[in-house]
């Protein structure tokens, strides 16, 4: 062979990987969902640590409006998925008082909230149960896991203990099968910086896509059905390290984080809205034009992502500040410190709403705040719900997202006016 015929031989071979590459990157978009969940969607996360038990779905009547509940959270290690939680998630015993159909699960062979939430999914059929891997503190194994030596063993991994049910080698194989109908990744962030310790890579960005394309394909070859879903920052310095335009084709939805724009790590203020939906002008923050909900969700359709794949995600939880200015009902003025909460700066809206504090709705952002003088709290209610649900309306999105289930009320307030908002009301 002449050494002009083995270059072309060379040429046309990576021409052709080339093609067999771009083929497989081009694929038609993944499906749409609406077969599976309707749009628009109610996601709700349901966390291992916040004591909430699942009984609490049906007595709010919260059950009958959630679309999807994103269970969190499992985290990655090495080339495994690995539970944060293996006594709430399937050993902790049930009783009847608290069990959601009334009898004990002592002689259960699957316990715990995935038990609850199980027996959950056989009372609402139409409910989908997704587990969600990373978050915030469980991020830092992300790295890792997507390198490609590791990726295809961990998805593996994830798949076989979620989707087949084998939770665990002391457990009876395939003991919650059935109970995830899909996968749920929150990265938190692939190429930026998130909590204190994250290893973080140059690469993290191409690998996070290569990494969701192997969920991808793992989870079709057990069921196409099956649902792979993102939580992705609104913060535009993560958001814009994504590939975005090339992973949701992978995806059925993506879960945008349009909350904790502002808060305690601003520790004196000044005082803003953590979950606005418009801009401001007099807004004082370094990042006034791109700090909220609307330019996020602008961002992300601005890079090709359909509208009915982008859920908007609120919080079910306030951020605020005291010692504040007492000057325009202590909105964007100076603060002492992080108010107190739950933890600093901090705390949930079923403890908010209790506050005899006046309320106002800031007319610019549509963000309610409430303000006693000296201490400033930014939440949502029902009144500021309303204007993110006619948003999404009236955008066509893909519905509201929420975190999480423990901070509504007794009752669901907040749910309720979510599904009335969508006009999918119960």
């Known amino acids: 062979m002449t050494r002009s015929h083995q270059k072309w031989v060379a040429s046309f071979a990576v021409h052709l990987i080339t093609l067999v590459l771009f083929a497989a990157c081009s694929a038609s978009p993944r499906r749409t969902t609406q077969e599976v969940v309707p749009v628009p969607r109610i996601v709700g996360y349901f966390t291992n640590f916040s004591n909430y038990p699942a009984k609490s779905l049906i007595t709010s009547g919260s059950a009958e409006r959630l679309s999807v509940i994103n269970y969190a959270f499992a985290v990655p290690s090495g080339n495994r998925c690995v539970l944060t939680d293996s006594d709430e998630d399937y050993k902790k015993i049930y009783g009847p008082i608290n069990s959601v159909d009334g009898k004990s699960d002592i002689e259960e062979p699957l316990r715990g909230n995935f038990g609850q939430l199980k027996k959950l999914k056989q009372m609402y059929p139409h409910l989908k149960i997704v ?119 992978l995806l059925d939805w993506i879960n945008l984080m349009t909350y904790d724009f502002h808060g305690a790590w601003e520790a004196q203020g000044p005082t803003n809205f953590h979950s606005p939906l418009y801009g401001s002008d007099d807004d004082p923050s370094t990042f006034h034009d791109s700090g909220y909900t609307d330019y996020t969700v602008q961002s992300f359709l601005k890079a090709g992502v359909p509208p009915d794949k982008l859920v908007v995600g609120v919080p079910f939880y306030g ?49 309610y705040f409430t303000f006693d003088g000296t201490t400033f709290w930014s939440y949502d209610t029902p009144e500021s719900l309303a204007y993110k649900t006619e948003y999404v309306m009236k955008n066509h999105l893909g519905g509201i997202m929420f975190w999480e289930l423990s901070g509504d009320t007794r009752d669901g307030e907040l749910i309720k006016a979510i599904a009335e908002g969508l006009s999918i009301s119960k």
């Not at 194994?141 to 030596?149: H, M, N, R």
């Not at 939770?167 to 204190?196: H, K, M, N, Q, R």
Request: charged share 20%; glycine share 10%.
């Open 319 to 367: 951020r605020g500040w005291t010692g504040v200015t007492n000057k325009d009902n202590g909105r964007y003025q100076p603060a002492e410190k992080p108010s107190a909460g739950a933890e600093p700066g901090s705390s949930s809206y079923a403890t908010l709403r209790k506050q005899e504090a006046p309320g106002f709705l800031d007319p610019d952002t549509k963000a």
């Open 131 to 249: 587990i969600s891997i990373g978050g915030w503190t469980g991020s830092g194994g992300f790295s890792d896991a997507s390198l490609p030596e590791n990726r295809e063993a961990f998805v593996a991994s994830c798949i076989d203990m979620f989707i087949k049910g084998n939770v665990s080698v002391a457990t009876p194989p395939g003991i919650a099968a059935g109970l995830f109908d899909g996968i749920d990744i929150d990265w938190e962030y692939p190429a930026a910086e998130g909590a204190p310790g994250n290893v973080v890579r140059p690469e993290d960005a191409q690998n996070f896509t290569a990494l969701l394309a192997e969920f991808r394909k793992q989870l079709d070859a057990v069921d196409p059905n099956l649902l792979l879903t993102i939580a992705a920052s609104a913060n535009e310095r993560h958001y814009s390290l994504m590939e975005i335009e090339k992973i949701h084709p």
